[in-house]
Each structure stands twice: as structure tokens, then as C-alpha cells.
């Protein structure tokens, strides 16, 4: 795997995706992370979408998963995994191989060893049920959103297709520092969401009151060499920003990562 910048269809979940992949074929955002909402939510065909990606030239490099929760026990756990073989399935017929989820719900106070042990438990389980896949789990809920825990889940998986989706500007928005967050989990890390943060909201890359140019130094000193997604999550144009942001990102991460 290379560096390589992803423009997210996150921003774009509201509206239709097909317009929309157009959109950033004419924008020159070819390079995509799939949100799969408009898939399992909406009922977008995944042959109407492979037909607008060969159409406007894009190539889908990942997939953004539906909600699901590896802190529950069993029998809970067994919605999940349902809910990922599908997701997985998709995968496949994209001939994609890195799909975004979540470690869970869990909230700070409830996180114990009991479960840490349970969603190891299930991590490995993901791990060995779809040996193939690279699963990258992202810092956005509850315990989650403590660096040192994300770390601890993941070096006792141990699974080299169980990695981070680090998302440094959720973490600035718990209060958790992205440059201490970036010591901690860099030896884990498998994507790496990029948005930005101005006064305590999401804005484009690049700009709002969080430089993450020093999290990115302590990447690349790490010799992280995976995939970076764009995402912009605030209230304003979301084309026109999401276009401002990999522009931005760009310039960002050209001395660090060989885009």
C-alpha cells in the first residue's frame, strides 16, 4: 500500500450519490472512500454505482461501514457480524479490501478489563472470519475516544488486519490532544481521517484553530504508509468545501507522504 488522498462521500450523505460521484469526477476527486449509507440505507444498486465509477473514471479505494458495536457479548454481538459479512460482501464486488467501522458505543465509565476482553474477543473472531479484509476501527464514541484505550484494544488483538482509523480532529473535539493521541496509537494506525475544527465544530481541513501538521509529522516518522480520507462535516456548501479541504490536504501532506 502507498499514501493516497480520498475524497470521503460522507460529506455527501444527504444527498444523491450518483449526481454527486459525478460531481467529483468533474472536480478531479477521483480517488474515493465510499460511505456505504446510501447502499445499505438507501438502496442505492451497487451496479449503478460501479457504472458511474467507470463512467466518470473514479476508483473506489474504501469503504466507510454502517453503525455497528464490538463491545457487545453474545448473543448481541452476532447482529454485528451479520451486519459485516454483508458489508464485506459489498466489498468484494468493488474489489476493495479496507472497510472503516467503529469499535462501539461504550461509554468511558463502563469500559472495565470485563470489556476490553469482550471486544478483543470479537475482534479476533472479525479477524479470523474475513482474513482478507483490513478492518480500520475509528476513535468517534465513549471509550473510544481515549488514545490509550484504542491502544490497549489493539495491541491485545494483535491481528494485522485489525488497525486505527485515526481520526485526530474527533479527538481534539473530546478535548484529547492529536499530537499526544498520535504518539500513542501511530504503530496502529491503518487510515487516517482528515477534517478540521473551529470553535468546538467541524470545518474544512486546513483551517479552524487545530494545526495537525505535528500528528502528521509523528505519522510519517512512524512510516505510516496508508490512505488519508477527506471529510467535511460542517454547515456550509459541502462540494465547494470537501474541494477546498483535499486542495489543502494536499499541499499539507506532499512534503511528508509521497502522494
Known amino acids: 500500500m502507498i499514501p493516497r488522498l480520498l475524497a470521503s462521500t460522507t460529506s455527501h450523505k444527504a444527498e444523491p450519490l450518483l449526481p454527486a460521484l459525478e460531481i467529483f469526477s468533474r472536480l478531479g476527486l477521483h480517488d474515493i472512500d465510499l460511505n456505504l449509507h446510501h447502499i445499505l440505507e438507501v438502496g442505492v444498486p451497487v451496479e449503478a454505482i460501479q457504472q458511474e465509477a467507470a463512467a466518470n473514471g473514479l476508483h473506489i479505494w474504501g469503504l466507510a461501514g454502517g453503525w455497528c458495536d464490538f463491545f457487545h457479548p453474545a448473543p448481541r454481538i452476532d447482529e454485528t457480524f ?3 459479512d454483508r458489508q464485506v460482501e459489498i466489498a468484494g464486488r468493488f474489489g476493495v ?3 472503516r467501522l467503529f469499535f462501539g458505543r461504550l461509554t468511558l465509565a463502563d ?3 470485563a470489556a476490553r476482553e469482550v471486544i478483543c474477543a470479537n ?11 483490513r478492518f480500520v476501527f475509528e476513535n ?3 471509550a473510544s475516544l481515549r488514545p490509550e484505550i484504542c491502544r490497549e484494544i489493539l495491541e491485545a488483538v494483535d491481528r494485522p488486519n485489525i488497525r486505527m482509523n485515526f481520526d485526530p480532529i474527533n479527538f481534539e473535539k473530546a478535548g484529547v490532544n492529536s ?14 481521517h482528515l477534517k478540521g475544527l473551529e470553535n468546538g465544530a467541524y470545518c474544512e481541513f486546513g483551517l479552524g484553530d487545530v494545526d495537525l501538521g505535528p500528528a502528521l509529522d509523528v505519522l510519517a ?11 467535511y462535516e460542517g454547515p456550509f456548501d459541502k462540494t465547494l468545501r470537501l474541494f ?16
Not at 475482534?123 to 474475513?130: G, I, K, P, V
Not at 499530537?179 to 487516517?192: D, N, Q, S, T
Not at 494536499?250 to 511528508?256: E, F, H, K, V, Y
Request: glycine share 8%; aromatic share 8%; hydrophobic share 40%.
Open 111 to 113: 469500559y472495565s478489563a
Open 140 to 142: 468517534h464514541d465513549g
Open 244 to 259: 477546498e479541504s483535499v486542495k489543502r490536504a494536499r499541499i499539507a501532506l506532499g512534503p511528508r507522504f509521497p502522494l
Open 82 to 84: 451479520r451486519s459485516i
Open 97 to 99: 479490501t479496507l472497510l
Open 221 to 231: 516518522d512512524h512510516g505510516y504508509a496508508g490512505r488519508f480520507s477527506v471529510e
Open 123 to 133: 475482534l479476533r473472531t472479525l479477524s479470523d472470519r474475513h482474513p482478507k479484509m
Open 179 to 192: 499530537l499526544e493521541a498520535a504518539r500513542l496509537v501511530a504503530p496502529f494506525v491503518g487510515h487516517v
